[in-house]
């Protein structure tokens, strides 16, 4: 589960109900022991199939929520026969494409890809069968399209719930426009990338169809604000930008921002790229983020993340330069369609939950689930 998500819903049963959370992360080396998530205690325990106990004491009137994916072997759910309670189980992730995958391939490291190659190959039916077989009795998904794919998959509708992420509302934030300043974009247009520039997320093609974007429109502009993570390779970033012909239309930040400092580059942008070429856990915080402040996405096609966001998106096929410079192209030549992507986005915005109304489904849904 992504860590936000897992922390805010734990979080919150711990201090407004009467449920006692702890969250276990399976660990190799030293396990047993803790520490704290904001008021959850998080403990350390084996991985499943390296000791045969790993549940803290528990009894039957306990809950376990237990992530799973497509991939998940009788191997690795084995453990939770152990546990005498009540299970849900969740999907963190999406649905795979074995074709976008493969477009991945020589992109992205393969051992990164790995996983979603198995993903994507697995009978949708075959998770079903073990979670009846370990005695699962519901299914939480992040998106409705994976969830259709559970249901077809043969798990029953009524025991499947889409609860999606969570999102911080940006409307109280007051902006620092420090850096916004420091870049003269006041009044100007440019489009937007943010985050970290791994592979993954589609820098390197964002930057080749950047180029390919300029050579028609000698205003364009695309400002970079990249987030230097652990494992972030920079070499591979600058020596793509190096080989552009229109690098000079590029401006590059490296380093951290605050969210104040971040939100006038956002609200500002013609639009926003978040080309991932594969979404990793669905659906990315970061989307909710740009389309509240009524910026459309420009993005690829990726399962429930861009089905979900597409009334303010453009949607691009996956990993095509070409497709992604001509998204580039309709957001910035076109008022009408730059406008109507904009009040979509602001419209779907208002019907999604905030962290405090997804804490609440979670809640109602456990509670559902522990009183059958």
């Not at 453990?79 to 999406?94: D, H, L, N, S, W």
């Not at 096609?301 to 070409?322: F, H, Q, W």
Request: hydrophobic fraction near 40%; charge should be positive; include cysteine.
């Amino acid at each position: 589960m992504p860590w936000r998500t897992l922390i805010e819903a734990a979080n919150h049963l711990q201090k407004n109900s009467d449920f006692q959370v702890s969250i276990l992360s399976a660990e190799t080396g030293n396990t047993g022991g803790k520490r704290m998530a904001g008021e959850v205690p998080v403990i350390t325990v084996p991985k499943p199939g390296r000791q045969k106990q790993i549940f803290p004491s528990h009894g039957p009137a306990d809950l376990l929520i237990c992530p799973v994916t497509w991939r998940t072997r009788n191997s690795s759910l084995k453990f939770t026969g152990e546990f005498k309670g009540r299970k849900i189980a969740y999907f963190p992730g999406g649905v795979y494409s074995i074709d976008n995958i493969l477009r991945a391939l020589g992109t992205v490291p393969v051992k990164t890809l790995l996983p979603y190659i198995a993903d994507s190959v697995t009978p949708h039916d075959r998770i079903a069968g073990l979670l009846k077989k370990y005695g699962f009795s519901h299914v939480i998904t992040f998106s409705e399209f994976t969830r259709e794919h559970v249901i077809k998959g043969g798990w029953p509708a009524k025991d499947v719930t889409t609860i999606l992420p969570g999102y911080d509302p940006s409307g109280n934030l007051e902006e620092d426009l420090h850096w916004f300043s420091e870049f003269g974009l006041s009044g100007r247009k440019y489009l937007l990338f943010m985050g970290s520039p791994t592979p993954i997320r589609g820098s390197g093609i964002l930057l080749k169809a950047l180029d390919k974007f300029a050579s028609t429109r000698p205003d364009a502009q695309l400002v970079c604000l990249l987030r230097a993570d652990p494992g972030v390779e920079k070499t591979q970033f600058d020596q793509t930008l190096a080989r552009l012909v229109h690098a000079d239309k590029i401006r590059v930040f490296w380093g951290k921002m605050t969210p104040a400092e971040l939100k006038p580059f956002i609200r500002n942008s013609r639009a926003v790229a978040l080309p991932f070429l594969v979404v990793p856990s669905e659906i990315p915080v970061t989307f909710f983020e740009v389309l509240e402040m009524g910026v459309p996405v420009i993005t690829f096609e990726n399962g429930g993340t861009s089905r979900y966001i597409a009334p303010g998106s453009v949607t691009c096929k996956p990993l095509s330069v070409k497709s992604l410079a001509t998204g580039m192209r309709l957001l910035w030549d076109s008022d009408r369609i730059h406008d109507e992507k904009s009040a979509n986005a602001v419209n779907l915005i208002k019907s999604h939950p905030t962290w405090q109304q997804m804490n609440a489904q979670w809640e109602t849904t456990i509670r559902k689930c522990t009183s059958s």
